[in-house]
């Protein structure tokens, strides 16, 4: 289900109280209600994309918020999509059948 348009991020509890995943398509925003607390925010890898910078609330891939009651936040995530090829590693699996003792 590759899709070179589609990003992932995990926002989880500090205190494990809260657990969710958003997926993104390229241009998309997307709002979240949590409750007061504080959360980490982090992108799904591995990915097609590397972060280029963030913006707002935060700005680091893996930070924390924390979020305070009647407030609104606002997080941007600039993403620059790795082609394929040589960015990725490639390997070979080979069955040996071995007869006698080993």
């Given at each position: 289900n590759y899709n070179e348009n589609t990003f992932q991020f995990h926002i989880t509890g500090i205190t494990s109280n809260y657990e969710t995943w958003i997926t993104l398509e390229k241009d998309k925003c997307d709002t979240v209600y949590l409750d007061p607390g504080t959360y980490k925010i982090k992108e799904i890898v591995p990915q097609e994309y590397k972060i280029k910078s963030v913006t707002g609330?935060?700005?680091?891939?893996?930070?924390?918020?924390?979020?305070?009651?009647?407030k609104d936040y606002e997080i941007t995530y600039t993403n620059e999509f790795m082609r394929r090829g040589f960015l990725h590693s490639f390997g070979r699996v080979v069955n040996k059948i071995v007869q006698g003792d080993v």
């Open positions: 609330s935060i700005t680091a891939d893996d930070s924390n918020l924390v979020v305070k009651e009647d």
